[in-house]
């Protein structure tokens, strides 16, 4: 069955960086997109870009332009999300999601990582 | 881009039947068959239950169902069951994969 696992909570001090790994099994990594999501403390939920595993192409909103990468690893099935200059908005739970080539859903999701940015 | 305006809260007693809205434009939710739901209990991972408007993935109760009429979307779920108790979100194409997905503000639902 499909599963993305992702790493475990960190915490952080504000200005650091934090890079979360979500890592697919299942199915074939290359032939779905991979989205990020996060969701902070009683809130709603973000989008916070979408990567494609089989050629590496990203996209980001505005407002992570510059502080945000995301990656793959085709060898091991892995997708990453690295964020940079953590501020203390950035405490969330980032999820990873599976998302069908041409279409907008996300039809499977990680089980979630907290990030916590603190002094 | 704007988020969708879904209602706060919604609850029913079991065996009724609630419906969510889902409100966006002509940009996203009016404009695209791209509409999609999800369901997520207390502390745990948002879950695929609608997609494509009216779509159900497999393994997902026919008591969820999708609609859509002009910018406003639909979840109505029949049967109310205890473990329905969750937020439930709707996400829209916006039209352009650069700018992503638009979400909804998410409600609560409440089985009395």
């Known amino acids: 069955q499909v599963q993305l696992v992702q790493s475990g909570a960190e915490v952080k001090k504000p200005g650091a960086s934090v890079k979360v790994s979500c890592k697919a099994s299942?199915?074939?990594?290359?032939?779905?997109?991979i989205t990020w999501v996060r969701q902070a403390p009683g809130q709603g939920l973000e989008w916070m870009g979408w990567?494609?595993?089989?050629?590496?192409?990203?996209n980001y909103p505005q407002k992570l332009q510059g502080r945000i990468t995301m990656t793959t690893d085709t060898s091991t099935s892995t997708a990453y999300m690295e964020l940079r200059s953590l501020r203390s908005d950035d405490t969330a739970v980032y999820y990873c999601?599976?998302?069908?080539?041409?279409?907008?859903?996300?039809?499977?999701w990680g089980q979630g990582t907290l990030i916590t940015v603190s002094s | 881009q704007s988020a969708l305006t879904q209602p706060p809260s919604a609850s029913g007693s079991p065996g009724q039947s609630v419906t969510i809205s889902c409100t966006g434009t002509?940009?996203?939710?009016?404009?695209?068959?791209?509409v999609s739901w999800y369901q997520q209990p207390p502390g745990k991972a948002p879950k695929l239950i609608i997609y494509?408007?009216?779509k159900r993935p497999s393994g997902v109760p026919d008591r969820f169902s999708g609609s859509k009429s002009g910018n406003t979307a639909s979840l109505t779920v029949s049967g109310l069951q205890p473990e329905d108790e969750a937020d439930y979100y709707c996400?829209?194409?916006?039209?352009?994969?650069?700018?992503?997905?638009?979400f909804g503000t998410g409600t609560k639902v409440t089985v009395l």
């Open positions: 990567n494609n595993p089989h050629d590496g192409n990203t």
């Open positions: 494509e408007v009216s």
């Open positions: 999601a599976r998302v069908p080539y041409g279409a907008y859903h996300y039809d499977s």
């Open positions: 299942g199915y074939t990594f290359i032939t779905y997109g």
């Open positions: 996400i829209s194409y916006a039209g352009s994969s650069k700018l992503g997905e638009v």
């Open positions: 002509s940009s996203d939710v009016g404009g695209y068959n791209s």
